[in-house]
């Protein structure tokens, strides 16, 4: 396993480096952007495309028997390995030319996730995680992750991309609850807020409504610099979901706890009254 896993590492720094490639040609430059919404917005761009179609085709020929599963493309088979991509997390943000976007790479061995990368191209940071390792290369200088030893809720820093894209509006309710727990809540970050969190810059990341590509490759990461990732369910986030990540076993209970309260039902005015 060590040899293979030494083997995939390698190959997914060679997957990440190409979709760099891609994604800063076309940063901060006039592009076409599609809508893949009908009723709300859900960007695309050739980046996204390009990225998505590139790191598939490297896949399919050097891993021909592994499955891929991705944002923009998808070639599902019955493997051993599965691949899972997001070419660029935080489409909304590379669009407006903010610079915490990243490609997510993991790899999969019969459901359980060996491997997890994040690449946040336009700072020239990349983060890995894998078999207890957990690791970030800036300016090509490679620095163990650690989280923070934060262990209650009162003293933790909150992050999340945006509660407008939550599932619904009681979860919005939800994390607004769980808000006014913490010390300081911030907005913003798609997935450079988890890194952050392994890099012990952040105590708490919640979301909901993620898709396995918004979230698998942060779970090596986080987990091996000794953080905690569940669901609000307390499952594996394999399939996404609704995420708690967090500094411990501990806070992940508060705020599962608090999260998951029942929100009060909202008032009715009766017939004919104003």
């Known amino acids: 396993m060590k040899k293979n896993i030494k083997k995939f590492l390698d190959f997914s720094n060679i997957l990440a480096d190409e979709a760099r490639l891609i994604s800063l040609k076309y940063f901060k430059k006039k592009i076409r952007i599609k809508n893949k919404k009908k009723n ?33 493309e998808t ?43 994040a690449d946040i191209p336009a700072l020239d ?9 957990a690791y970030k290369i800036v300016n090509g200088k490679k620095t163990k992750l650690k989280i923070r030893d934060k262990n209650k809720i009162s003293e933790s820093i909150l992050n999340t991309t945006s509660p407008y894209l939550f599932a619904n509006k009681s979860d919005q309710l939800s994390f607004e609850r769980l808000s006014k727990k913490v010390k300081l809540t911030r907005l913003g970050g798609d997935c450079y807020s988890y890194c952050l969190l392994a890099d012990g810059h952040v105590d708490i990341v919640v979301e909901s409504g993620l898709n396995p590509w ?21 499952k594996k986030i394999f399939d996404g979901g609704r995420i708690i990540a967090c500094t411990s076993n501990k806070v992940f209970k508060q705020c599962r706890d608090i999260l998951n309260k029942k929100n009060p039902p909202k008032n009715k005015t009766k017939m004919g009254l104003i």
């Open 214 to 234: 918004d979230i698998r490759a942060l779970e090596p990461i986080i987990i091996n610099a000794g953080g905690f990732l569940k669901t609000w369910d307390n």
């Open 75 to 117: 070639h599902s088979k019955k493997s051993t390995y599965e691949w899972c991509i997001d070419p660029i997390d935080g489409t909304k943000s590379f669009i407006q030319g903010m610079p915490l976007w990243g490609t997510l790479i993991s790899l999969s061995e019969n459901g359980n996730i060996i491997l997890g990368l």
């Open 40 to 72: 709300g917005f859900d960007p695309v761009t050739v980046a996204d495309i390009k990225i998505q179609k590139k790191l598939n085709r490297l896949i399919l020929k050097y891993f021909p028997d592994h499955s891929i599963i991705g944002e923009e």
């Open 125 to 133: 940071e990349r983060y890995i995680g894998y078999e207890k390792k």
